[in-house]
């Protein structure tokens, strides 16, 4: 499993009966996670949350404010100086996996490491690109990132977290629309990228009201993607929160779309956060990652 420990605006306080205590800043949340399956807690340090959401029986849920929190904040990553956003939205989220730090550091190290012994610009392609962490962490490493999500007012969450870590003038250029139909249209155009990111959905509409499901699209834009990757081509990361689809079985598919034709190694497993109450990462998905030969 690989992890951060080096968060200091965000801790994961405990996790039990099915929810996850957190510390956003100086703000503390509990949110559902039915990995949580035990029921061992410190009911004082719980009964210190500022809001809670509770999942309801006939879908979605709600927050439960128990203490005047703001609807926005802003937490710090200060391993790699970069600000985001949180706010208790719908369906449970902040606007934040904070678990993906993890890769935002594998991400900027291979990026910063190609620049100093190449000395040339790198195009990096985000897909399902969300608020930006990894399209930050690429830009604060140097590279030109294009970041792609089909909801328009989550890019804008994007650009306001490129302006709170100062990276409001960094070669990022942000595209509302289908991940897929916007990769077929780069493919066509002879674009070519030295890493893509992909952090998909279990399930997904796009802005045209198509549809994306994982078991059965994932396959194929791999197969796509290898079309715009550049001979120097850095690595292809993909993420899931589907139990589904094992992070190993992603990695077979890495192995025989880009290793078996490119070389490079395929690295696979489980992605976590670091629980104060035990001392031991908490599983928050996987991961499973193609890294270029050169």
């Keep these: 499993m690989i992890y951060e420990k080096n968060w200091e605006d ?10 996850r205590l957190e510390r956003w800043g100086k703000y503390i949340l509990i949110r559902p996670d039915p990995q949580a399956i035990w029921s061992e807690k410190n009911s004082d340090l719980w009964r210190k ?23 926005k904040w802003t937490v710090e990553y200060t391993p790699l100086n970069l600000s ?4 208790p939205m719908g369906f449970k989220h902040t606007g934040l996996f904070p678990e993906q730090a993890a890769n935002w550091n594998f991400m900027h190290d291979i990026i910063r490491r190609s620049r ?3 000395k040339q610009n790198l195009n990096i392609l985000n897909l399902f690109a969300y608020t930006g962490g990894a399209t930050l962490a690429c830009a604060r490493a140097g590279a030109d990132v294009c970041h792609v999500d089909a909801q328009k007012n989550i890019i804008n969450t994007a650009k306001r977290n490129a302006g709170l870590s100062g990276l409001e003038n960094a070669n990022i250029r942000y595209i509302a ?15 070519k ?48 929160y589907t139990a589904g689809l094992a992070p190993s079985c992603v990695g077979y598919m890495l192995s025989m779309i880009f290793k078996n034709n490119s070389g490079g ?5 489980e992605i ?11 599983p928050c998905g996987g991961f499973s990652r193609w890294i270029g030969a050169k």
């Excluded at 500022?50 to 439960?64: C, E, L, M, N």
């Excluded at 985001?84 to 706010?87: D, G, K, Q, V």
């Excluded at 190694?265 to 497993?269: I, K, T």
């Design 10 to 19: 965000y801790a994961l306080l405990d996790v039990s009966d099915g929810k």
């Design 49 to 71: 949350a500022d809001a809670v959401y509770t999942r309801s029986d006939k879908g979605g849920g709600s927050w439960d404010f128990k203490s005047k929190i703001p609807d």
């Design 84 to 87: 985001f956003e949180i706010s």
């Design 116 to 118: 100093e012994n190449d």
């Design 177 to 191: 629309d289908d991940c897929v139909k916007f990769v077929l249209r780069e493919i066509r155009r002879g674009k």
């Design 193 to 240: 990228y030295d890493g893509v990111i992909l952090d998909p959905p279990s399930y997904g509409r796009g802005s045209g009201g198509e549809t994306w499901k994982i078991e059965d699209d994932l396959y194929n834009l791999l197969k796509l993607i290898k079309n715009l990757l550049s001979d120097r081509a850095l690595f292809v990361l993909v993420n899931l």
């Design 265 to 269: 190694a395929v690295e696979s497993g």
């Design 272 to 282: 976590g956060i670091f629980s104060e109450s035990t001392e031991t990462p908490f």
